[in-house]
């Protein structure tokens, strides 16, 4: 609230907090940040609206769009993943890539898939983290093609999100062989 500016709680002001389900640290979706920052906000929403926090138990599922279009055109993308990706992991990774663009579209007033222009994909990016930047362009890239939107794919062809992990260099001759020294004197375990 203190970095957006929020003096006073609302619905709308604690949703982005509760879609907030991305790890600082690895940069991918987090499963304890989706339930524990969305049970929060359902908290802080009960309250608001009725004056008392409700504790009760709720059932866990998926996040899903609001406005019944884009539920259907989630709902589809969905059918599609569970086709094309036999891994779990790689159908949420691309689902919840769908789900956020459905919830800018949603924000932005963008009706359906065909009413997406080239600007929104840009405001889209802007809006996004830059450490995620990288992982959000392969979600659209596989949206975009599943949509059949060949305009919105060759816009973001150009983009590379910046590294923000260090990639090791390889290491010198002299460094392997000081390497295999310190192996064959057996002085400290392979492990090390």
């Known amino acids: 609230c203190r970095e957006n500016g929020i ?5 709308n002001a604690g949703q982005p907090y509760a879609d907030d389900v991305v ?5 991918k979706f987090s499963n304890n940040r989706y339930h524990t ?7 802080l929403n009960s309250y608001y609206y009725n004056g008392e926090f409700n504790f009760e138990m709720m059932k866990r599922g998926k996040i899903q769009p609001e406005d019944p279009v ?7 993308y969905l059918s599609f993943l569970s086709e094309a ?12 890539g769908m789900y956020s663009l459905l919830q800018y579209m949603h924000r932005n007033s963008v009706a359906d898939t065909e009413s997406l222009t080239v600007e929104d994909v840009y405001g889209y990016l802007a809006e996004s983290k830059p450490e995620r930047l990288r992982e959000i362009l392969c979600e659209l890239r596989s949206v975009f093609r599943y949509l059949n939107r060949e ?3 060759n816009s973001i062809a150009g983009i590379h999100g910046p590294r923000f992990k260090r990639i090791i260099p390889t290491l010198t001759d002299e ?3 000081r390497i295999k020294d310190v192996i064959d004197q057996k002085t400290v375990s392979l492990r090390d």
Do not use: C, M, V, W
Not at 37 to 43: K, T, V
Not at 70 to 76: C, F, G, W
Not at 85 to 96: L, Q
């Open 85 to 96: 990706y036999d891994n779990e992991n790689t159908r949420h990774f691309y689902e919840y």
């Open 175 to 177: 460094e392997l062989d």
């Open 7 to 11: 003096t006073e709680y609302s619905p």
């Open 70 to 76: 884009h539920l259907q055109i989630y709902r589809d």
């Open 151 to 153: 305009d919105l794919t």
């Open 37 to 43: 920052q969305g049970r929060f906000i359902r908290l």
């Open 23 to 27: 790890s600082a640290k690895t940069g």
